[in-house]
Structure formats: structure tokens, C-alpha cells
């Protein structure tokens, strides 16, 4: 636990650092070169390396740091968890060689990305890390690791809404028969920054309860209900902090928090890395992404798939198919072949708790990773 703590505390403090030197010099580059070019996944990597983003993915991005150097120490890389919003944002000026997002990239910012993207290529998004998103709360008596209280999606959308406001509402109390509800305040907790994890989690309420949840979709929390937590750990420690919160994060951060088991068909599902692969797996592609090379899912919401949990986080890597230096463009193709790899897809889920992708959703994602440029 203490050496986790020290390496997600050096990718962090690494990662503030090198932005602001890797900001000054823009267009997506690296300080350093590497002569020799051979293939993407054996070629020795050197020179430093950052990336920005999806909070969510933080575990996972230490623990794959940490393998991918060990075949290639002369790669300095950091993550900073800014959150997804943020990590694109600074990915478009040309600071960072990659950016983690829970959310696909608009076709603004895709447009956008002419101007860091080489030879007027646009940036591309690939599913880089699955996991269940964990409605998670802090109830005296009742929540507790691997505890769970049953919901369907229309009282969930009601509770983030403001109209359910006490824990033993007939609409929980109704789905939850052998538990002794208290009359406890519900206080909700949601992300204060801008976030792909909130716009996963808002399209879930919009597609299973529309007529309960009626906001636009955004990364931004749409109402003022509740109070703010800055990423995933700021949720967290914020549902921690009192009786008879609940709020949403990424499952791996749930710890000793209870969880919602939710409505599927006609029965409950707790979350699980093989649940959330069930519904990645069955849901389409969506054809409205517009430019080359990117991979976006079209999550199916409404499954009603036998053991599938259907409150996903898709969160993506996001990349140019060619870089104005050709050392950078060598470590994005080599880093992201290794994170969609078996073997990149196994170290997360041993660290992070995620859903590795499947053989059919990587054959996918390695054709965009093939068409990154790297003479």
C-alpha cells in the first residue's frame, strides 16, 4: 500500500512538472530523440514522456508505467490525473503526447486537433480502459465493502436529482425488502470538475430513466443538487466523510463504501469487471464519430443481458496519427500498443480492478494504432 501511494505521489508530482516544461515547447514533442526505428512493439524507447487526463484511469497508468519501463528504462513517462476534461484540453494545445478520457472527443475538438496533429491529420480516440462506473454510499448500519442495496434507474435518476431525499423513501425501501432503512437525509456527491466519469454517468440516467432525467448531456454535473468532489479521490473521501451520502466513481475506487446493485431485466447486478465486459462486447460502434481512425462505443444502456451491468466507463487514450516529432510519435505508437495489449490489459485489471478488452474490441483499436506515423 505504501509503495502505491509513493508512485501514484511521484506520477503526480512528476507529472506537474514536466507539464509546465513540455507547455512551452508545444507540438505534442519530446525533450529528447531516439536514433534507431525498427518495429513500434520492439524498438527501445528513450526520452521524456507525459500524458494528462481521466482520474479514473490513474491506478492503471502507474501500474502500466511502471511495467512498460521495465523493458525500457530510458523512457521517463508521467500521468497527470487532471481529469478528462482537463487532459483534453491540454492535449489540443500540443502540451502532453497522449490524453486519458472518459469521453470521447467531440467533433469540435477533433477539428481542433489540426493544429498539433502532423501533416493535417486529426486526433483519434481508442477504448484504452473498461471499467464498471459504482453508484457508492455511506449509510450507518448498512453499507460496507461488498455490501449492496438494489436500485432500478429511475429512483437512482431521482435521488441525483434531488427528488428522493431520504433513505428510507418508499421508492428504495420498495427494491430493498429484508433492510431496515433509516430516516436518514441523503446527501448526494458528485464531480465538481469537468468529467467524462459524470457524462457516463448522466447518459446511463438519460437512456434508462428519460423520463426521470431530462438534462443535456455534459461533463459538467448539470444540477445543484448535492455538493462537489474534484475527481475520483474527492468523490471518495467526500462520500466518506459523512453519514448518508452517495455519490458515483470509478468501481476500482469504491473500497469499503456499499455499492448499487442495479436493475437488469428483472433482477439486481452488482458491478463487476466481467458484468461491464458483457455490455461493451454486445454494444455497437458509433457511426456519428466523425474522423479517421477512432473507436468510439455506443454503450447499450438498456441491456437486458443476463449478469451484464450496464453503467460503464469506456475511457479512452487519445492520440494524433502523426506527430511533429518523430520521436514522440514512436514512444505514442509503442505505449499504446503495449496499454491494448493482453498483457497491458492483464496489469490493469491485477491493479485497477478494470475489464480487460476483448480479442475482437483490440483487433479493432490495434488498426488505429498502426496507422500512427512514426518517420
Not at 204 to 222: H, Q, V
Not at 295 to 315: E, F, I
Request: hydrophobic residues 35%; contains cysteine.
Amino acid at each position: 500500500m505504501r509503495k502505491n501511494i509513493l508512485m501514484r505521489s511521484v506520477a503526480v508530482v512528476s507529472g506537474l512538472a514536466m507539464l509546465a516544461s513540455l507547455a512551452a515547447c508545444g507540438d505534442n514533442t519530446s525533450s529528447s530523440s531516439n536514433g534507431s526505428s525498427s518495429s513500434a512493439s520492439t524498438e527501445k524507447i528513450s526520452g521524456d514522456f507525459q500524458g494528462a487526463g481521466a482520474s479514473s484511469q490513474q491506478s492503471a497508468v502507474e501500474a502500466w508505467i511502471a511495467s512498460y519501463q521495465s523493458t525500457n528504462p530510458d523512457a521517463k513517462i508521467a500521468y497527470n490525473p487532471t481529469g478528462s476534461g482537463a487532459g483534453v484540453t491540454t492535449f489540443l494545445t500540443g502540451a502532453t503526447a497522449w490524453a486519458g478520457s472518459d469521453a470521447a472527443l467531440t467533433n469540435d475538438q477533433v477539428s481542433q486537433s489540426k493544429d498539433v496533429c502532423a501533416d493535417g491529420t486529426t486526433a483519434f480516440d481508442i477504448p484504452a480502459y473498461v471499467s464498471p462506473i459504482a453508484v457508492v454510499f455511506n449509510l450507518n448500519g448498512i453499507s460496507g465493502q461488498g455490501k449492496h442495496l438494489n436500485m432500478d434507474a429511475d429512483t437512482i435518476a431521482k435521488i441525483f436529482d434531488g427528488k428522493i431525499t431520504k433513505w428510507n423513501d418508499d421508492a428504495i425501501a420498495k427494491q430493498n425488502p429484508k433492510v431496515t432503512l433509516p430516516d436518514t437525509a441523503i446527501t448526494v456527491v458528485h464531480r465538481s470538475d469537468k468529467s467524462g466519469t459524470t457524462q457516463n454517468f448522466v447518459s446511463y440516467l438519460k437512456d434508462a430513466a428519460p423520463s426521470s432525467w431530462t438534462y443535456d448531456l455534459s461533463e459538467n454535473w448539470p444540477n445543484e443538487v448535492g455538493q462537489g468532489g474534484k475527481g475520483t479521490s474527492g468523490v471518495i473521501s467526500t462520500v466518506k466523510q459523512a453519514d448518508g451520502t452517495i455519490g458515483y466513481a470509478d468501481a476500482s475506487q469504491a473500497g469499503d463504501l456499499g455499492t448499487v446493485a442495479l436493475k437488469v431485466g428483472e433482477k439486481y447486478v452488482p458491478y463487476s469487471a466481467e458484468a461491464a465486459s458483457k455490455v461493451v462486447d454486445a454494444s455497437p460502434l458509433d457511426d456519428s464519430a466523425q474522423g479517421d481512425n477512432r473507436v468510439v462505443v455506443k454503450l447499450d444502456h438498456n441491456t437486458t443481458a443476463d449478469g451484464a451491468y450496464p453503467l460503464v466507463l469506456v475511457s479512452y487514450d487519445i492520440a494524433c496519427p502523426a506527430y511533429k516529432d518523430a520521436n514522440t510519435a514512436k514512444f505514442v505508437k509503442s505505449w499504446l500498443t503495449y496499454v491494448v495489449s493482453k498483457d497491458g490489459q492483464d496489469v490493469a485489471a491485477k491493479n485497477a480492478g478494470s475489464a480487460p478488452l476483448s480479442d475482437t474490441m483490440r483487433a479493432k483499436i490495434t488498426k488505429s494504432i498502426d496507422a500512427i506515423k512514426t518517420e
